[in-house]
């Protein structure tokens, strides 16, 4: 059951439109991501669906129940912002309980219920503990059990993890998955990590000026970017201008084979560096960098023609820097771009 609908929604500052004639559906315990560039207006729809902004223009829906006019704290969302705003002079305990007072005004203890959800985000026993002596991940993670407190019907996260280091960062989004399975919290979150949200996420919306620019499951998403705006916020560099006749495609790189009933002509051609194969005979170029990846190693060739590719290859065997190699390309990481919409 769709439990969110925004439908047309717009937010103008001035003449410009933050967010633009968005129609967007989030599922009962769905986890949707929204990506974007940075000013793409990602944090306005959050806010938007909070009732922390006005829409200019559109329907905000949450089971069904058209918000206008109803204020934050009647929406039955949790909201979770960047900087999780703890209240830095009391302990753990009252930090989360805050977030059950809001609910349940009057009751005296809600001890039972603070364990329970430390338990749940990974600190038992912390109550007692200072705000100011917690890990950026710990406050973190109290935050979080701030927010879910009150079980709201919608959690929001703004940057969840937004300050914290890689590993960290890494760490808590897989915990984050598995809580939030296990919970079935319908989530709506914002990032502009890309791992964090392809990691975290049931479907991924990335947006641009204010607008949709895709929206579908991570697997979706990185097999088949929308777009060509897309595919490069996704960090796929190699795009390129071809003409695709058949199973092949005339490229500065030469004939570079696509999936089978591309649309044929002028087109603009995607290659994964993982459908760029190192071979005895094919493509020449240098190469320019190789960085270890753990899985992997990216490379970067500069072809005797066209513009710098993005390799990948396996750690053993991997060539040096100033190598000269030949690659051929492999049709299954190849994507045909559909055409840029005016
Ligand atoms: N209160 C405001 N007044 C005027 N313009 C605003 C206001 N809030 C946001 N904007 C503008 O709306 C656009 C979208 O902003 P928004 O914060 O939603 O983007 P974002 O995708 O969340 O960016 P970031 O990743 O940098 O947080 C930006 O151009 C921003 O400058």
Same mark, same amino acid.
């Given at each position: ?8 929604? *717009? ?6 439109? %933050? ?89 005296? *203890? ?163 560096? %993982? ?42 065997? %991997? ?24």
């Amino acid at each position: 059951m769709t439990l969110l609908q925004l439908e047309g929604v *717009s937010v103008r500052f001035g003449e410009r439109a %933050a967010v633009d004639a968005v129609d967007l559906a989030v599922a009962e315990h769905e986890v949707v991501c929204v990506l974007g560039p940075s000013g793409s207006g990602k944090s306005t729809l959050l806010r938007v669906v909070a009732g922390l902004q006005q829409v200019s223009g559109g329907r905000v829906l949450l089971g069904g129940a058209d918000q206008a006019g109803v204020p934050v704290h009647r929406r039955g969302v949790g909201l979770m912002f960047q900087d999780h705003q703890l209240f830095p002079h009391r302990d753990v305990g009252s930090n989360v309980s805050f977030g059950l007072r809001m609910r349940r005004a009057g009751r005296s *203890s809600y001890a039972a219920e603070v364990a329970q959800l430390l338990e749940l985000v990974g600190l038992p026993g912390a109550q007692g503990r200072a705000v100011a002596s917690l890990s950026g991940g710990e406050q973190q993670r109290v935050a979080l059990a701030r927010a879910l407190a009150p079980s709201p019907r919608l959690l929001m996260l703004d940057e969840p993890l937004g300050q914290l280091d890689r590993g960290l960062r890494e760490r808590l989004v897989v915990e984050l998955r598995g809580l939030f399975s296990r919970l079935g919290t319908t989530v709506l979150a914002v990032t502009h990590d890309q791992g964090e949200a392809f990691a975290l996420a049931d479907r991924v919306v990335v947006m641009r000026d204010g607008r949709i620019a895709q929206a579908g499951t991570p697997l979706e998403v990185w097999q088949r970017p929308a777009s060509e705006f897309v595919a490069r916020f996704l960090g796929f560099e190699n795009v390129v201008p071809a003409v695709v006749s058949g199973t092949g495609a005339a490229t500065v790189w030469g004939r570079v084979p696509v999936p089978a009933g591309s649309p044929e002509g002028e087109q603009r051609l995607l290659i994964r560096p %993982a459908g760029v194969a190192l071979c005895a005979a094919g493509l020449r170029c240098e190469v320019v960098s190789r960085t270890f990846r753990g899985t992997h190693v990216a490379l970067l060739l500069r072809p005797e023609a066209g513009p710098v590719l993005e390799a990948e290859c396996g750690l053993a065997g %991997a060539p040096a820097v100033g190598d000269r190699v030949a690659v051929t390309f492999t049709p299954a990481e190849v994507v045909v771009l559909p055409p840029p919409t005016p």
